[in-house]
Every structure is written in structure tokens, then in C-alpha cells.
């Protein structure tokens, strides 16, 4: 599903490695979580994973296509098997509920009788059913992640990465969104959390891999932070 092979990571405009020589492989199925303190190189994974950063050595594999290699052309196409959720949720203001859930299926060429259909589905998934014409702004912040969740998964990607998709939500909410994921793994999707939130790793307990100054300094299953 994903393999970093002797990844490293330079930034030509700090001179800064922000990832030396990592190697990794997640399975299909999986639920993972990278951790690490600011500055460690977790939000450099993620920008590897999804295309918008390129390796400067080594090689980074997702779905068995090797993103280096992806034109800008190809890129929106390669996003599209994947669901992304974000820390500020990253919703369009002017679109109510639905049709930011539906923003993800348009872009892809659904037809209306689809959308009208799966939209729904994704939304009771995550308990908004009752919003579906709400505004981002009358939903509080929990709402909204979920929201952003089930824009992820309204296409049924075989793959969920979240980045520190908990960093603006109360403990109780946390909870709450990090057991959605779950349930969501559940169903066979392989999901990929990058997170700081001591928490929601040390509850869960499923495989851990730390960076820490770009290095993998850990990678366990069944672990706490």
C-alpha cells in the first residue's frame, strides 16, 4: 500500500534534511500512526505520500504507483485513491454539508443520481444526516471534522490519511473522530494518521512509527506513544 524506500527529504531553500534515508512499508488493511514532535518530518511524510513534495532520494510508492515519477497532470488523478482529512478540515464556506461531501464525487464526474445517493450514506456514517444544509460556520468543530471525514471516504478510497486530523478538537471529540477512523479501518481501508495526540495513540494501540529529526527511530505494533 505504501513503501518509503531510503527516502531522504532536502529543502533547497533551508539546506535543511528534513528526512534521512527512512524506510517503511505499510500493508493494505493497516492502521498507523506517525508520530513525533514539531519539526520531526511527520508533515514531510505526508506531503511524500500525497504528491506534493517529491523525494530528493530514494523512492516513495503508493497503490503501487511510484509518485516521484507522476507528471503535475497525473497527480489530481493519483489523489483521487485516497481520502485526506486535515487539521483545519479545509471546507469550501460557501457550500453547505452536502454539497462539500459531494465537492469530492463532482470532481471525478459523478452523475447527480449517484451523489444523491452516496452523499447521504457517508454522511449518516459519521452522525450528520440531520445537517446535510447546515454551513460550515453553524457546525461546531467536531462537526466539521466529520464532515471533512466524510468527504474522504465518499469515494471509497482504499486508502485514509489524516494529519493530525485531531489537533483542533476537544479530548471527548478526539475520541470520537479517532473511532470513526477505526471503524472505518474496520471495513478494509488502510489508514495512516499522523498525529502528536498522545491520547488517541496510547487507546488505540495499533502500530507506531516514530520520527524524530527525520530519522524512524521506532516502529512497533500494539504500542503507546
Given amino acids: 500500500m505504501i513503501e518509503f524506500n531510503n527516502v531522504s527529504k532536502l529543502y533547497q531553500n533551508s539546506q535543511t534534511w528534513a528526512l534521512s534515508d527512512i524506510s517503511f512499508k505499510i500493508n493494505p488493511g493497516e492502521f498507523v500512526f506517525i508520530v513525533g514532535s514539531s519539526g520531526a518530518g511527520k508533515s514531510t511524510i505526508t506531503k511524500l505520500i500525497t504528491g ?3 523525494a530528493t532520494e530514494g523512492r516513495v510508492v503508493v497503490n503501487g504507483i511510484s509518485v516521484g515519477e507522476l507528471t503535475p ?3 489530481p488523478f493519483f489523489r483521487r485513491s485516497m481520502g485526506m482529512v486535515f487539521q483545519d478540515f479545509r471546507l469550501l464556506s460557501s457550500l453547505n454539508v452536502f454539497e462539500n461531501v459531494a465537492f469530492a464525487l463532482r470532481v471525478r464526474g459523478a452523475k447527480m443520481s449517484e451523489i444523491k445517493r452516496v452523499v447521504p450514506n457517508a454522511l449518516a456514517m459519521v452522525g ?17 471534522q466529520r464532515v471533512a471525514l466524510a468527504r474522504a471516504m465518499v ?32 471495513r478494509g481501508t488502510t489508514v495512516v494518521v499522523i498525529t502528536h ?27 503507546r506513544y
Fill in 155 to 186: 469515494n471509497n478510497p482504499p486508502l485514509l490519511v489524516a494529519d493530525e486530523p485531531t489537533g483542533n478538537l476537544d479530548p471527548e471529540m478526539s475520541k470520537h473522530i479517532t473511532e470513526l477512523m477505526k471503524e472505518i479501518n474496520s
Fill in 128 to 144: 450528520l444526516g440531520g445537517k446535510m444544509n447546515a454551513k460550515p460556520r453553524e457546525l461546531s468543530g467536531g462537526e466539521q
Fill in 197 to 223: 495526540d498522545r491520547e488517541i495513540v496510547d487507546e488505540l494501540r495499533e502500530r507506531v512509527i516514530e520520527i524524530d529529526t527525520g530519522y524512524v527511530v521506532r516502529d512497533e505494533h500494539n504500542s
Fill in 73 to 75: 497532470k497525473e497527480l
Fill in 52 to 54: 506534493e513534495e517529491h
